[in-house]
């Protein structure tokens, strides 16, 4: 660092920033650190989370407060805005005020309302992502303390959360609305919740409805309490300004503050990076390993945060950032006429789309202008419009149209080095103009477009004649490109069905792109460049009737039917509708089963309190680690050179293969992975080796620059495709066959065939994969803490890797940060190497991997692909079947034999097909070892049934509720696995999601809407849900528990379970409060812990509330046979006295249970014996609405009727199942990996791995527990509920369907089609044929190499 101080010449400066309150003086501000890690690391300010560092989740979400001496009308004079915290350099904090969870409320002192109302109205569930969502809500009451729905749904752009649906979430923060506010008890003119409760749902159910919570306990917002910003920085902000230089290990910050100073330094240092928001910047730097050695930061210079309107437009300052930028077109738009605003409107238009609001607040139009990225929103806009850009360089200053010379390149602009960008005149409109922006992505709400545009077209005087033209798109090119060949051929061209044939055709021609372009999606883009041109003739066509008639020019208006198309995408207020059934009235007021309590940490967890493995205070010689990988899928390491990486600063070691001290070998089921890659690597992103280092950014450079050399080798097997042509399977097939399937298909009146390909999806806990191991020093005794779904795998695994006896070896863990199958396996490839080089260094090592490296390295759920051939009678019902599904397990077995056997388990779904047979082959790959994932196969099996159930009803021209419900099975049916099925409910379900969904009447809506529309179309589906309730490996089925009774009469409850966001504590807590009949208060879980209690089976299967609920219950009935006689001998005693009394007696106060599900076990050779112990059932109806141009859709319904026997927790099961349903609509419609065809992972991270987003949820949820449906196989007649609801999604994706087809049946196209999952936008347009489709057909598979591929 001196060296670099020195070679600059320059000092450093102080940075003087405020964080919750109080003063920081750092003297060494590195620009390379980001305020979250200084948080995080230096303030030991842990709860602002890590989630993806790349600006996509909202989890590190803070709030930034700035006083502006010279203030304008859009800039506040005190401005509180939220920003992600992994994003903003802390050298750009310089005189702010930044405010953290912990600086709002906490449960030690006070909660802070929006604290509160998350936790209470259960919208924390893992509580990873809720410190994000506190911060995102928080600073919108700062500086809107009554928001619309409309703005929470807006604050919230930027925030994921995986475990909740978010629908919790929003009725939660609802509160704070004018709508559905709670006034905390002061009166409203729409009624009180307090006095009325939640009226609006009682009307709406259809049993009376009890209050998941109770909004009069809501302490009221009082926006006077807030914290005031320090007034020293007032103070400091308005002594002159002088420039700022802070200088770090590699890279010098400099914050000039007149514009001329700038000029100067960009003249010095040409090369030198300006950084505004650094949300360009910061992800180059973070994961282009790209290094800027000076960074210039020109957010403070007055001429650059100008918005000026002179006579032709506005002028905008390159600094000033988004959210300003759309507040002044916003107040400019409704003041002005339409005709002068409708450039305003579009760049409105694409802002509203753009980023999430943590972006939008610190990213500048500058930045966007000049990183010149091919799918910027805002060039196509500017560019269409044709913009006037003023550059400046010392001593000059020119001005630039944007058009198609200034892009010349990839990331390229016109600008020459030396020159900066002052501003943007964006133009007003004119009489006869018309502007319209589009932007076409995976998912609507933050993300990157597939294909953006502009598109402005000016007409001559009183006519519908085209005067000027220009088209440009982003996403069709490296640069931002102007259709200019088009728009000369529509010159002088009257606006027609003649010009709109012509435009297509020359689109079609001119925006080609090669079949290998990158980005992929090579026919839906090319489709969206002319769709999209359609939806802008139209919209034009209908403006030019209506203001040309007001002329007495009479132009045909469009057809009404078409006018659909012309409808922009909105979000619509969501509503909900909850049911369960409530405790009788009488029932015992102790007994807390059957009671909506909240998350027992849900409070520690929206106050950044809850403790997760990364937040546990550093140990002071502790070291990090980075991971070493593999950039070839199949290849001999020739060598590793680690020199240069070695002599990186801070770095300690290289741990490798040689470094294990036991064994290399690892896997859960079988060992055939290595700690280690030894010799050959058999996937990108296999583990060679690991870097340690003192810090993680030193150990994560270095590992950056270990070289390999490798051999690579032949085949390369990445696709089911591949593995089925190259014959790659793991061992063994399975099968599993009932009834007489020839015979069957000979009595069939037909027979179908079909295929679905089922894609994989990332797990994407919030909380990725994190490891720290503490050696002992002695005995080879080490202690890990792990975010881990399986405490004793990993224990055993690390035992093995190190060479120790597993009762040296303690893993811990707290909780976890979301699990969903991701960790119960994969987990424990971190924790080896982590250990290992703990071993090795002899010091506390940690690693929490980024996103990246996480989504890279731990594989996913299975893809699946499934071939069918059914034999069905004409009125739908299916005689026989036969299924193949294939796997695609990747380069290890892992767990993918009980994941194929789930799937061939749930083949049939909920159908009773007498003659059936199942074939499942594992595909082994060079991909990284697929694993669990909520569901575990049955999904995929599912799906696969769900796609022939389809196929047949659409082959019979009868509706699919009709077919699905005649095969449908009846109690005391046989599965194909010879299991009879009892107390069997999917008729009730099914009957009364009908009703909930008021089905009859929806599907008559949906077909009104689809006569009266040609562009939009809605589908309706129900689906049914039957699920496998046990492990498939029997030995699995086991659970302990350990119940501590201290003097005090304080309860220490251990199980084996672990807490992943799922609420299993709380429901142990349950359990354990009503054995012992004290109340939950008295009860703590403190971990889960591997010398707590030994042996445990990994949390997954859904099992774990049946499996621990009765070893809890076993331990405390203990405790309890042992207190009975102080009981009897003083029955009106407390339970104080009682222990005191045993204690006193020299009783054991410490019992562990044990519990064993009983009656399990099924061979394959005899399809013979009980794979489950009993089976979860569901039903769902789901509407959509799909834009058959963009394949766009939107969730209008969804009701969900869901068996979970006796609830034990109404609220937490309610959030399994809303939670549940949501991943799967991720799984079904949206999630898509993408893998080059050498099996490099593309999608590594929120950036393009897009999971549903708070705008994703049905309009209308309606979730209801089935009334009257105990269980009598599990603890207190309750039933599993984790995985079963996940599959419901399938109607969401089947309704799409049905909604295609209406399209289909538009272009004359009938029957059976093949729509693979997910049901992502390319998928929906492709598969709606039409025109427009016509003129991009795909290119021949075999003339090129895609970019990615299906694997
Ligand atoms: C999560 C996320 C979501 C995003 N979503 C979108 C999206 O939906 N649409 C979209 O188009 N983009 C999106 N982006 C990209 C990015 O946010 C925008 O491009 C943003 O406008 C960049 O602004 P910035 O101030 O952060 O740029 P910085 O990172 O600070 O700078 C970007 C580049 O601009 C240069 N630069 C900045 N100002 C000047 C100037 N005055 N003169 C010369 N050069 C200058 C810098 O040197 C640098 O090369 C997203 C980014 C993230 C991280
Ligand atoms: S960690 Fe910052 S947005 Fe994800
Ligand atoms: S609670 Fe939101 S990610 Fe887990």
Same mark, same amino acid.
């Given at each position: 660092?001196?060296?670099?101080?020195?070679?600059?010449?320059?000092?450093?400066?102080?940075?003087?920033?405020?964080?919750?309150?109080?003063?920081?003086?750092?003297?060494?501000?590195?620009?390379?650190?980001?305020?979250?890690?200084?948080?995080?690391?230096?303030?030991?300010?842990?709860?602002?989370?890590?989630?993806?560092?790349?600006?996509?989740?909202?989890?590190?979400?803070?709030?930034?407060?700035?006083?502006?001496?010279?203030?304008?009308?859009?800039?506040?004079?005190?401005?509180?805005?939220?920003?992600?915290?992994?994003?903003?350099?802390?050298?750009?904090?310089?005189?702010?005020?930044?405010?953290?969870?912990?600086?709002?409320?906490?449960?030690?002192?006070?909660?802070?309302?929006?604290?509160?109302?998350?936790?209470?109205?259960?919208?924390?569930?893992?509580?990873?992502?809720?410190?994000?969502?506190?911060?995102?809500?928080?600073?919108?009451?700062?500086?809107?303390?009554?928001?619309?729905?409309?703005?929470?749904?807006?604050?919230?752009?930027?925030?994921?959360?995986?475990?909740?649906?978010?629908?919790?979430?929003?009725?939660?923060?609802?509160?704070?609305?004018?709508?559905?506010?709670?006034?905390?008890?002061?009166?409203?003119?729409?009624?009180?919740?307090?006095?009325?409760?939640?009226?609006?749902?009682?009307?709406?159910? +259809?049993?009376?409805?009890?209050?998941?919570?109770?909004?009069?306990?809501?302490?009221?917002?009082?926006?006077?309490?807030?914290?005031?910003?320090?007034?020293?920085?007032?103070?400091?902000?308005?002594?002159?300004?002088?420039?700022?230089?802070?200088?770090?290990?590699?890279?010098?910050?400099?914050?000039?503050?007149?514009?001329?100073?700038?000029?100067?330094?960009?003249?010095?240092?040409?090369?030198?990076?300006?950084?505004?928001?650094?949300?360009?910047?910061?992800?180059?730097?973070?994961?282009?390993?790209?290094?800027?050695?000076?960074?210039?930061?020109?957010?403070?210079?007055?001429?650059?945060?100008?918005?000026?309107?002179?006579?032709?437009?506005?002028?905008?300052?390159?600094?000033?950032?988004?959210?300003?930028?759309?507040?002044?077109?916003?107040?400019?738009?409704?003041?002005?006429?339409?005709?002068?605003?409708?450039?305003?409107?579009?760049?409105?238009?694409?802002?509203?789309?753009?980023?999430?609001?943590?972006?939008?607040?610190?990213?500048?139009?500058?930045?966007?202008?000049?990183?010149?990225?091919?799918?910027?929103?805002?060039?196509?806009?500017?560019?269409?419009?044709?913009?006037?850009?003023?550059?400046?360089?010392?001593?000059?200053?020119?001005?630039?149209?944007?058009?198609?010379?200034?892009?010349?390149?990839?990331?390229?602009?016109?600008?020459?080095?030396?020159?900066?960008?002052?501003?943007?005149?964006?133009?007003?409109?004119?009489?006869?103009?018309?502007?319209?922006?589009?932007?076409?992505?995976?998912?609507?709400?933050?993300?990157?477009?597939?294909?953006?545009?502009?598109?402005?077209?000016?007409?001559?005087?009183?006519?519908?004649?085209?005067?000027?033209?220009?088209?440009?798109?982003?996403?069709?090119?490296?640069?931002?490109?102007?259709?200019?060949?088009?728009?000369?051929?529509?010159?002088?061209?009257?606006?027609?069905?003649?010009?709109?044939?012509?435009?297509?055709?020359?689109?079609?021609?001119?925006?080609?792109?090669?079949?290998?372009?990158?980005?992929?999606?090579?026919?839906?883009?090319?489709?969206?460049?002319?769709?999209?041109?359609?939806?802008?003739?139209?919209?034009?066509?209908?403006?030019?009737?209506?203001?040309?008639? +007001?002329?007495?020019?009479?132009?045909?208006?469009?057809?009404?039917?078409?006018?659909?198309?012309?409808?922009?995408?909105?979000?619509?207020?969501?509503?909900?509708?909850?049911?369960?059934?409530?405790?009788?009235?009488?029932?015992?007021?102790?007994?807390?089963?059957?009671?909506?309590?909240?998350?027992?940490?849900?409070?520690?967890?929206?106050?950044?309190?809850?403790?997760?493995?990364?937040?546990?205070?550093?140990?002071?010689?502790?070291?990090?680690?980075?991971?070493?990988?593999?950039?070839?899928?199949?290849?001999?390491?020739?060598?590793?050179?680690?020199?240069?990486?070695?002599?990186?600063?801070?770095?300690?070691?290289?741990?490798?293969?040689?470094?294990?001290?036991?064994?290399?070998?690892?896997?859960?089921?079988?060992?055939?992975?290595?700690?280690?890659?030894?010799?050959?690597?058999?996937?990108?992103?296999?583990?060679?080796?690991?870097?340690?280092?003192?810090?993680?950014?030193?150990?994560?450079?270095?590992?950056?620059?270990?070289?390999?050399?490798?051999?690579?080798?032949?085949?390369?097997?990445?696709?089911?495709?591949?593995?089925?042509?190259?014959?790659?399977?793991?061992?063994?097939?399975?099968?599993?066959?009932?009834?007489?399937?020839?015979?069957?298909?000979?009595?069939?009146?037909?027979?179908?065939?079909?295929?679905?390909?089922?894609?994989?999806?990332?797990?994407?806990?919030?909380?990725?994969?994190?490891?720290?191991?503490?050696?002992?020093?002695?005995?080879?005794?080490?202690?890990?803490?792990?975010?881990?779904?399986?405490?004793?795998?990993?224990?055993?695994?690390?035992?093995?890797?190190?060479?120790?006896?597993?009762?040296?070896?303690?893993?811990?863990?707290?909780?976890?940060?979301?699990?969903?199958?991701?960790?119960?396996?994969?987990?424990?490839?971190?924790?080896?190497?982590?250990?290992?080089?703990?071993?090795?260094?002899?010091?506390?090592?940690?690693?929490?991997?980024?996103?990246?490296?996480?989504?890279?390295?731990?594989?996913?759920?299975?893809?699946?692909?499934?071939?069918?051939?059914?034999?069905?009678?004409?009125?739908?019902?299916?005689?026989?079947?036969?299924?193949?599904?294939?796997?695609?397990?990747?380069?290890?077995?892992?767990?993918?034999?009980?994941?194929?056997?789930?799937?061939?388990?749930?083949?049939?779904?909920?159908?009773?097909?007498?003659?059936?047979?199942?074939?499942?082959?594992?595909?082994?790959?060079?991909?990284?070892?697929?694993?669990?994932?909520?569901?575990?196969?049955?999904?995929?099996?599912?799906?696969?049934?769900?796609?022939?159930?389809?196929?047949?009803?659409?082959?019979?021209?009868?509706?699919?509720?009709?077919?699905?419900?005649?095969?449908?099975?009846?109690?005391?049916?046989?599965?194909?696995?010879?299991?009879?099925?009892?107390?069997?409910?999917?008729?009730?379900?099914?009957?009364?999601?009908?009703?909930?969904?008021?089905?009859?009447?929806?599907?008559?809506?949906?077909?009104?809407?689809?006569?009266?529309?040609?562009?939009?179309?809605?589908?309706?589906?129900?689906?049914?849900?039957?699920?496998?309730?046990?492990?498939?490996?029997?030995?699995?089925?086991?659970?302990?528990?350990?119940?501590?009774?201290?003097?005090?009469?304080?309860?220490?409850?251990?199980?084996?379970?672990?807490?992943?966001?799922?609420?299993?504590?709380?429901? +142990?807590?349950?359990?354990?409060?009503?054995?012992?009949?004290?109340?939950?208060?008295?009860?703590?879980?403190?971990?889960?812990?591997?010398?707590?209690?030994?042996?445990?089976?990994?949390?997954?299967?859904?099992?774990?509330?049946?499996?621990?609920?009765?070893?809890?219950?076993?331990?405390?009935?203990?405790?309890?046979?042992?207190?009975?006689?102080?009981?009897?001998?003083?029955?009106?005693?407390?339970?104080?006295?009682?222990?005191?009394?045993?204690?006193?007696?020299?009783?054991?106060?410490?019992?562990?249970?044990?519990?064993?599900?009983?009656?399990?076990?099924?061979?394959?050779?005899?399809?013979?014996?009980?794979?489950?112990?009993?089976?979860?059932?569901?039903?769902?109806?789901?509407?959509?609405?799909?834009?058959?141009?963009?394949?766009?859709?939107?969730?209008?319904?969804?009701?969900?009727?869901?068996?979970?026997?006796?609830?034990?927790?109404?609220?937490?099961?309610?959030?399994?199942?809303?939670?549940?349903?949501?991943?799967?609509?991720?799984?079904?419609?949206?999630?898509?990996?993408?893998?080059?065809?050498?099996?490099?992972?593309?999608?590594?991270?929120?950036?393009?791995?897009?999971?549903?987003?708070?705008?994703?949820?049905?309009?209308?949820?309606?979730?209801?527990?089935?009334?009257?449906?105990?269980?009598?196989?599990?603890?207190?007649?309750?039933?599993?509920?984790?995985?079963?609801?996940?599959?419901?999604?399938?109607?969401?994706?089947?309704?799409?369907?049905?909604?295609?087809?209406?399209?289909?049946?538009?272009?004359?196209?009938?029957?059976?089609?093949?729509?693979?999952?997910?049901?992502?936008?390319?998928?929906?347009?492709?598969?709606?044929?039409?025109?427009?489709?016509?003129?991009?057909?795909?290119?021949?598979?075999?003339?090129?190499?895609?970019?990615?591929?299906?694997?």
């Amino acid at each position: 660092m001196e060296e670099f101080k020195k070679k600059l010449q320059v000092p450093g400066d102080e940075l003087v920033f405020f964080v919750n309150g109080k003063k920081i003086t750092e003297k060494n501000a590195d620009p390379e650190i980001t305020l979250l890690t200084y948080l995080r690391r230096t303030l030991g300010l842990t709860g602002t989370k890590l989630g993806c560092a790349e600006g996509g989740c909202g989890a590190c979400t803070v709030m930034v407060s700035k006083y502006h001496p010279h203030q304008n009308h859009i800039v506040y004079l005190f401005n509180h805005y939220a920003i992600n915290a992994c994003l903003a350099p802390l050298c750009s904090l310089h005189h702010c005020a930044v405010t953290t969870v912990e600086g709002i409320g906490s449960v030690a002192s006070k909660l802070h309302p929006v604290q509160e109302r998350i936790a209470k109205a259960h919208g924390s569930q893992c509580g990873f992502c809720t410190p994000g969502i506190v911060m995102s809500m928080y600073a919108l009451l700062r500086s809107k303390p009554q928001p619309t729905m409309h703005d929470i749904q807006e604050a919230f752009q930027g925030n994921l959360c995986r475990c909740t649906g978010y629908r919790p979430i929003l009725e939660g923060y609802r509160t704070f609305t004018k709508e559905g506010g709670c006034c905390g008890g002061k009166g409203q003119t729409n009624g009180c919740c307090m006095t009325n409760g939640n009226v609006e749902e009682q009307e709406n159910s +259809m049993h009376p409805t009890e209050k998941l919570y109770d909004q009069s306990e809501f302490m009221p917002l009082d926006p006077t309490q807030e914290t005031i910003f320090p007034p020293e920085l007032v103070t400091l902000s308005k002594q002159s300004q002088r420039e700022m230089r802070f200088v770090g290990e590699r890279v010098l910050w400099v914050q000039p503050c007149s514009l001329k100073d700038l000029l100067e330094l960009k003249a010095k240092y040409p090369n030198a990076k300006l950084v505004v928001g650094n949300t360009e910047v910061g992800i180059e730097m973070k994961f282009k390993n790209l290094l800027y050695p000076v960074i210039v930061a020109p957010a403070y210079i007055p001429e650059l945060n100008i918005i000026q309107h002179n006579q032709d437009g506005i002028q905008v300052g390159a600094s000033v950032t988004l959210t300003v930028l759309g507040e002044e077109l916003r107040s400019t738009v409704e003041k002005l006429p339409a005709h002068r605003t409708q450039i305003f409107s579009a760049v409105l238009e694409q802002l509203q789309w753009f980023a999430g609001q943590q972006i939008r607040n610190v990213a500048a139009v500058g930045g966007n202008i000049m990183t010149a990225s091919p799918i910027s929103d805002l060039n196509p806009v500017f560019m269409a419009a044709g913009c006037k850009l003023t550059v400046m360089s010392k001593g000059q200053k020119r001005v630039l149209e944007m058009d198609d010379k200034f892009f010349p390149g990839y990331r390229k602009t016109a600008l020459r080095p030396e020159e900066i960008l002052l501003s943007v005149e964006i133009p007003y409109s004119k009489k006869g103009q018309y502007f319209s922006a589009f932007k076409q992505s995976p998912r609507k709400e933050d993300d990157i477009a597939i294909v953006t545009c502009g598109m402005n077209v000016q007409f001559k005087e009183k006519s519908n004649t085209v005067q000027s033209i220009r088209i440009s798109y982003g996403g069709m090119a490296p640069v931002t490109v102007l259709a200019k060949t088009t728009c000369n051929r529509l010159l002088n061209r009257q606006w027609n069905e003649e010009l709109l044939e012509e435009a297509c055709t020359s689109l079609a021609e001119e925006m080609s792109l090669s079949p290998s372009a990158p980005g992929g999606m090579v026919s839906y883009r090319r489709t969206l460049t002319i769709s999209l041109f359609y939806k802008f003739f139209l919209t034009v066509q209908h403006k030019l009737a209506v203001n040309l008639q +007001m002329e007495g020019v009479i132009v045909e208006d469009i057809q009404p039917e078409y006018s659909s198309a012309t409808d922009r995408f909105r979000l619509d207020a969501p509503s909900s509708v909850q049911l369960y059934q409530a405790v009788p009235p009488g029932h015992n007021s102790d007994d807390v089963i059957g009671h909506p309590i909240m998350h027992l940490s849900a409070l520690k967890q929206a106050t950044g309190e809850a403790v997760y493995c990364d937040d546990m205070p550093c140990y002071e010689n502790e070291l990090h680690l980075a991971l070493v990988t593999s950039s070839k899928p199949h290849a001999l390491i020739k060598s590793i050179d680690t020199a240069s990486a070695m002599s990186f600063p801070g770095v300690v070691s290289f741990i490798s293969a040689k470094d294990i001290p036991g064994s290399n070998m690892t896997g859960p089921v079988v060992y055939d992975e290595t700690v280690f890659a030894d010799d050959k690597v058999t996937c990108v992103g296999h583990i060679v080796g690991a870097i340690v280092a003192d810090n993680q950014a030193h150990a994560q450079r270095a590992a950056k620059a270990v070289k390999i050399s490798y051999e690579e080798l032949q085949p390369v097997i990445v696709t089911i495709q591949d593995a089925i042509s190259n014959k790659s399977f793991f061992d063994p097939v399975r099968s599993i066959s009932r009834g007489d399937v020839s015979q069957g298909f000979k009595d069939a009146d037909h027979i179908l065939h079909g295929e679905i390909h089922i894609g994989g999806q990332e797990q994407f806990y919030l909380e990725t994969n994190c490891t720290l191991a503490v050696p002992r020093g002695e005995d080879g005794e080490m202690e890990l803490f792990v975010s881990t779904q399986s405490a004793s795998k990993t224990q055993a695994l690390v035992a093995k890797a190190l060479g120790v006896p597993a009762s040296r070896i303690v893993c811990r863990v707290k909780r976890m940060g979301g699990g969903f199958g991701g960790k119960e396996s994969r987990s424990t490839i971190l924790s080896t190497v982590v250990a290992v080089a703990a071993q090795k260094v002899k010091r506390p090592v940690r690693c929490m991997l980024d996103r990246d490296e996480d989504m890279l390295v731990t594989g996913g759920r299975h893809p699946f692909f499934g071939c069918y051939k059914v034999g069905y009678s004409k009125n739908g019902r299916v005689i026989a079947l036969e299924v193949t599904l294939y796997s695609n397990a990747g380069n290890s077995l892992d767990l993918s034999l009980s994941i194929l056997e789930r799937a061939l388990f749930h083949m049939e779904n909920s159908y009773n097909i007498v003659n059936i047979r199942g074939t499942g082959y594992m595909c082994k790959t060079n991909l990284p070892s697929n694993s669990a994932f909520r569901g575990f196969g049955g999904p995929q099996g599912m799906m696969v049934a769900e796609s022939w159930m389809s196929d047949v009803a659409l082959s019979c021209g009868l509706p699919a509720e009709e077919v699905r419900r005649i095969n449908m099975y009846k109690e005391g049916d046989l599965t194909p696995f010879n299991q009879r099925l009892e107390q069997f409910t999917i008729d009730r379900c099914w009957e009364e999601c009908m009703q909930l969904s008021e089905f009859g009447n929806r599907k008559e809506a949906v077909e009104e809407h689809n006569r009266k529309h040609r562009w939009t179309k809605r589908g309706l589906s129900i689906i049914p849900t039957k699920f496998g309730i046990s492990f498939t490996a029997v030995f699995l089925n086991q659970a302990g528990a350990l119940a501590h009774v201290y003097s005090d009469g304080s309860v220490l409850l251990t199980h084996g379970g672990t807490e992943m966001g799922q609420g299993l504590h709380t429901k +142990m807590v349950q359990v354990a409060s009503k054995t012992l009949k004290i109340p939950c208060s008295k009860i703590h879980i403190t971990e889960t812990s591997t010398n707590m209690v030994p042996n445990t089976s990994p949390t997954a299967a859904s099992a774990s509330s049946d499996l621990n609920g009765m070893a809890v219950y076993n331990a405390c009935q203990t405790l309890l046979q042992r207190l009975q006689p102080y009981i009897d001998k003083k029955p009106k005693g407390c339970w104080e006295d009682w222990v005191k009394a045993a204690y006193f007696d020299r009783v054991n106060l410490s019992a562990n249970g044990f519990y064993k599900t009983p009656d399990l076990g099924y061979d394959f050779d005899t399809n013979s014996g009980r794979p489950f112990n009993y089976f979860s059932y569901g039903v769902a109806v789901s509407e959509v609405e799909i834009d058959c141009l963009t394949g766009s859709h939107k969730n209008l319904h969804t009701s969900i009727v869901m068996d979970v026997g006796k609830s034990l927790n109404p609220a937490l099961d309610i959030g399994q199942v809303e939670g549940g349903f949501m991943q799967g609509l991720g799984l079904f419609t949206l999630e898509e990996l993408r893998y080059s065809p050498n099996g490099y992972l593309y999608t590594r991270g929120p950036g393009m791995y897009k999971i549903p987003a708070f705008g994703d949820i049905p309009i209308e949820l309606k979730v209801s527990l089935l009334r009257d449906a105990p269980n009598e196989r599990a603890i207190f007649s309750s039933k599993a509920v984790g995985e079963p609801p996940l599959f419901l999604a399938a109607s969401v994706f089947y309704a799409i369907k049905d909604a295609i087809m209406a399209a289909r049946t538009e272009s004359g196209l009938t029957g059976p089609f093949r729509l693979d999952s997910p049901a992502t936008p390319e998928r929906i347009r492709n598969a709606c044929e039409d025109k427009f489709t016509q003129l991009c057909p795909p290119a021949n598979p075999e003339t090129f190499t895609p970019w990615a591929v299906q694997v």
